[in-house]
């Protein structure tokens, strides 16, 4: 990995993570009003989302309207066999939790039906970086890469869920660097719009 790659990361990660309770709320509750009348969102049934995390804009005003909207909300699981990738889990009000190897909380694996990601309508990613382009910058796990991977693979013949990106607006950056493996993301919501891509 370049030493830039690296650098930026390290900034970015510092950056969010120095965002106060408060703005941290604020961005939370603006994010969720910034999507909730989204055509793209109101359509789609099945959506993943995230735990937030290192300073990561919080998508859990998000997730409570999923559930009064009664749209079935999915959580990302480290998969137990496969090397970086990811399964989706239901996650409910009182779903039982455990913490996977980072200290993210995720649903238990149980008997529960596992949703395949091309099934999924709308995944609203975690970033680091991103550029307008679509470009994403991740936690340098390659998880959702590998895990969306045949978005680029079968382009054409499997569309998948729309990729939405979460950040803050200082996550943004001019124009990253992408790898072959990189999949594009759809849009990208902060708290300050949406950035629509290729929706
Ligand atoms: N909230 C959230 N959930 C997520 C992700 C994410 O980026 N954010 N992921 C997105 O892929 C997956 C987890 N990927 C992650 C990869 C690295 C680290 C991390 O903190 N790395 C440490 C080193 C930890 C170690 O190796 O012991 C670090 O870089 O400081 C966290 C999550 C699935 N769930
Ligand atoms: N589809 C793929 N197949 C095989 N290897 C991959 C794939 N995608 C990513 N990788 C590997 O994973 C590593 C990390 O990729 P990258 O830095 O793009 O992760 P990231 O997008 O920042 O992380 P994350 O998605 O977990 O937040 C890379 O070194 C790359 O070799």
């Known amino acids: ?73 999915y959580l990302p699981v480290l998969h137990p066999i496969h090397h970086n990738r990811l399964w989706f889990l239901p996650y409910r009000p009182g779903s039982p939790m455990r913490l996977n190897r980072y200290g993210i909380s995720e649903p238990k694996l149980q008997r529960t039906p596992r949703t395949p990601a091309w099934a999924l309508d709308l995944v609203f990613l975690p970033l680091v970086a991103f550029d307008i ?23 054409g013949i499997i569309r998948g869920p729309k990729l939405i990106g979460l950040a803050h607006n200082l996550q943004k950056v001019d124009c990253l660097t992408t790898e072959s493996w990189d999949v594009p993301l759809t849009g990208i919501a902060t708290e300050e719009g949406v950035y629509r891509l290729s929706c």
């Open 133 to 155: 382009q679509g470009g994403r910058l991740g936690m340098g796990g390659g998880y959702y890469d590998r895990t969306f991977g045949f978005k680029l693979q079968y382009k």
């Open 1 to 73: 990995m370049p030493d830039s790659r690296r650098a930026l990361r390290q900034h970015l990660r510092r950056q969010r993570r120095a965002l106060s309770a408060s703005e941290q709320k604020r961005h939370a509750n603006r994010l969720c009003r910034n999507l909730k009348h989204q055509l793209w969102f109101r359509k789609a049934q099945n959506i993943a989302l995230y735990l937030p995390n290192d300073g990561e804009i919080s998508p859990e005003p998000l997730i409570h309207l999923c559930w009064q909207l009664g749209k079935s909300v």
